[in-house]
Nanobody, 112 residues
Framework: VQLVESGGGLVQPGGSLRLSCAAS???????MGWYRQAPGKQREVVAT???????NYSDSVKGRFTISRDNAKNTVFLQMNSLKPEDTAVYYC????????WGQGTQVAVSS
């Protein structure tokens, strides 16, 4: 399964973006995750969603970001609200537990 992220861009602090991750095949039975990597930092998990819709968030985004999925469209979303400069990073989606299942990433920049 190939993953393609989209929806990144430049936004002012307090703004919103919605990221999409389109899979080339069915993700119905997979847990999916969004991760990010800021310049000079390690890649970190942002949010995950199980095959039955259970979600989990990092403390840094809890209450601001929402992960969701549309299994019929093989797509995972990340709604990001109240964005902060520290959210600036390349955002990746991945099939949880499957090695080398990263997408190419989409850049998010939060700056005034």
């Amino acid at each position: 399964v190939q993953l393609v992220e989209s929806g990144g861009g430049l936004v002012q602090p307090g703004g919103s973006l919605r990221l999409s991750c389109a899979a080339s095949g069915s993700i119905l039975f997979y847990s999916m995750g969004w991760y990010r990597q800021a310049p000079g930092k390690q890649r970190e998990v942002v949010a995950t969603i199980t095959s039955n819709g259970r979600t989990n968030y990092s403390d840094s985004v809890k209450g601001r970001f929402t992960i969701s999925r549309d299994n019929a469209k093989n797509t995972v979303f990340l709604q990001m609200n109240s964005l902060k400069p520290e959210d600036t990073a390349v955002y990746y989606c991945k099939i949880v537990g499957v090695a080398n299942s990263w997408g190419q990433g989409t850049q998010v920049a939060v700056s005034s």
